[in-house]
C-alpha cells in the first residue's frame, strides 16, 4: 500500500471489518497514523465502537485489547485481553500493557507465555530483555540480547534494545550511538531508536541535530511521551509555542490526565502571544549550550587533557574565561597545546580568554560536615548524572552549573529566575536531588 492509498482509506472501517487480526495489521495501523495523524480519530473511533459492542467475539477482544494499547490506554487494554481469546498476540500485548505499567516481572512473565503460544520466539525474548533492563537487572537485559542470532540480530528493535542497554551500562557512549544508527538505517520511522540518538545528540550540545531526530521521532506511532515532551520543550525555548502545543495535544490525546503535560500545555499557551527577539534568544542558548560542553569530549592530545585538568578546567567556558599566557603559565603546557586548543575553539566560533572579563560569580560554601565521604564525593558527579528533562538541563547550561555540589548552592529562587524554569522543573530537580540524600540551599 502505497502513501496516496494509505491516506484516503478509512482506518475506522478497515478495523472493525478485518475480522483477523495480529502483528501485520498493528504494523499497519501504525504506519497509516505515522503518515498522517488525522488516522488517530479513527483508531479511537473505531474503539468506541468496539467497547459499545456487548456481542463482541473474544477475538474481537484481542483486536479491541490491542487497539486500545495503540491508544496508550494501558489498564483498559490489559484488562480487556486478560478475557479475550488467549491466542499468542493477545498473551504478547498483554505483556506490553503490563510493561507499559511498569509491573516488568508480570510482563516477563507474559512474554514467555507469549512465546510458548506461538508469538515470534526472538521478539519476545527482546522485550523480556527490556523488562529486565527496566527493573534495574541491566546485566540480565545484556546476556539475554547476546543469547539472540540470526536474522533477530539485524532487526531495528534488536539493535534499539542493545543500543539502550549498552547506554544503560554507562562508559560507551559511541558504541551506544553507533547501535542507534544503525536502528534508524533499517527502520527510519522506529521511534525508540530515533529518541536514543536525539538524546545522545542533545546532551552533546548538538541541538540542530538533536531538533531533527525528536521531530521525526514525534512523527512515529505509537510516540513515546518521552519525546514528544523533549521536543515540545525545545520548541517552547526556540519560542515557537504553537509547535510546542500540538506535542503537548498529542499526549494528551492519548493520555488525557498526564498532569505534567497539562501544565506545560497551559505555560505553552500562555507564553503563545509573548515577543521575544527570537534570533538572539537562540543564539544565547546555543552559546550557554556550547560553553558548558565538557573539553573531554574532544579530542585533545593526552599532554593538553592533563594540563587542562591540572588547572581546572572542564568546560568549553572554562577555556574562554582563561587567557593564553595563563595556559602557557602551565608546566608542561607548550605552544603546540595552544594552537591544538585555539583550533578546537575556532571551530566553535570562540576564541581564548573571550569571556576573561567574565567571572562566575562566587556561590555560598556547601556545608559538608553531616554528609558521609560517598555523598560528599556525589558532590563532584556532573550534573548530567541526574538525567533531568531538557527544560531543567537547559537551565543548568544557561546557569553555567556543571557539577552536582554547583547545583547545590543554588536556592529554588535562583534557579526560578532561568527562563522557562519553573514550579514543574523546580519539583523535579527537588525530586532527583532528595533521591539522592541531598538538598538545593535554604531547602
Known amino acids: 500500500m502505497n502513501e496516496v492509498e494509505l491516506d484516503v482509506v478509512d482506518l475506522k472501517a478497515l478495523i472493525l471489518s478485518n475480522n483477523l487480526f495480529g502483528p501485520n495489521d498493528v504494523a499497519e495501523i501504525r504506519q497509516m497514523i505515522s503518515e498522517n495523524y488525522g488516522h488517530f480519530a479513527e483508531l479511537r ?100 540480547l547476546d543469547d539472540i542470532f540470526g536474522p533477530a540480530e539485524q532487526t531495528a528493535e534488536y539493535m534499539y534494545q542493545r543500543a539502550a542497554t549498552v547506554a544503560g551500562i554507562g562508559g560507551r557512549r559511541d558504541e551506544a550511538i553507533a547501535l542507534y544508527q544503525r536502528a534508524v538505517q533499517t527502520d527510519e520511522n522506529h521511534a525508540g531508536a530515533l529518541f536514543g540518538l536525539a538524546w545522545e545528540n542533545d546532551r552533546m550540545g548538538n541541538d540542530e541535530e538533536a531538533l531533527r531526530l525528536y521531530e521525526r521521532a514525534g512523527k512515529a506511532f505509537p510516540t513515546g511521551v518521552g519525546a514528544l515532551v523533549n521536543l515540545g520543550l525545545i520548541y517552547e525555548d526556540r519560542n515557537e509555542f504553537d509547535k510546542a502545543q500540538i506535542c503537548y495535544k498529542r499526549i494528551l490525546d492519548a493520555h488525557p490526565d498526564d498532569t505534567r503535560t497539562q501544565m506545560y500545555m497551559k505555560d505553552a499557551s500562555a507564553n503563545g502571544n509573548m515577543l521575544y527577539d527570537e534570533e538572539l534568544q537562540r543564539q544565547n542558548d ?21 594540563c587542562l585538568s591540572k588547572m581546572g578546567i572542564d568546560t568549553i567556558g572554562d577555556l574562554t574565561r582563561t587567557s593564553e599566557s595563563e595556559l602557557l603559565s602551565s608546566k608542561n603546557f607548550g605552544e603546540t597545546s595552544l594552537i591544538e586548543i585555539r583550533e578546537m575553539l575556532v571551530s566553535k566560533g570562540l576564541k581564548l580568554g573571550q569571556f576573561a572579563h567574565e567571572s562566575k560569580k562566587a556561590d555560598p560554601p556547601i556545608d559538608t560536615t553531616h ?3 560517598d555523598e560528599q564525593a556525589m558532590l563532584e558527579r556532573p550534573i548530567s548524572d541526574l538525567n533531568l528533562s531538557v527544560r531543567a538541563r537547559k537551565c543548568m547550561a544557561r546557569l553555567q552549573l556543571n557539577s552536582i555540589g554547583e547545583l547545590l548552592r543554588k536556592t529554588g529562587d535562583e534557579l526560578l529566575e532561568c527562563k522557562n524554569f519553573g514550579v514543574t522543573s523546580l519539583t523535579e530537580v527537588r525530586e532527583k536531588l532528595t533521591d539522592l540524600g541531598l538538598k538545593l540551599r535554604g531547602d
Open 45 to 144: 473511533d473505531a474503539v468506541q465502537q468496539m467497547e459499545e459492542d456487548p456481542a463482541l467475539s473474544p477475538s474481537g477482544n484481542t483486536k479491541k485489547g490491542v487497539c486500545q494499547f495503540l491508544l496508550g490506554r494501558f489498564a483498559e487494554a490489559l484488562q480487556t485481553l486478560q478475557a479475550a481469546d488467549g491466542s499468542a498476540t493477545a498473551l504478547f500485548y498483554a505483556a506490553r500493557a503490563m510493561f507499559e505499567l511498569k509491573r516488568y516481572d508480570e510482563a516477563i512473565a507474559g512474554y514467555q507465555q507469549a512465546q510458548a503460544s506461538g508469538y515470534h520466539e526472538d521478539q519476545c525474548k527482546i522485550f523480556i530483555a527490556e523488562s529486565q533492563r527496566y527493573a534495574g537487572r541491566i546485566d540480565q537485559a545484556m546476556l539475554l
Open 286 to 306: 546555543r552559546l550557554a549550550q556550547t560553553l558548558n560542553m565538557p573539553v573531554a569530549n574532544f579530542e585533545l592530545s593526552v599532554r593538553s587533557r592533563n
Open 371 to 373: 554528609l558521609s565521604p
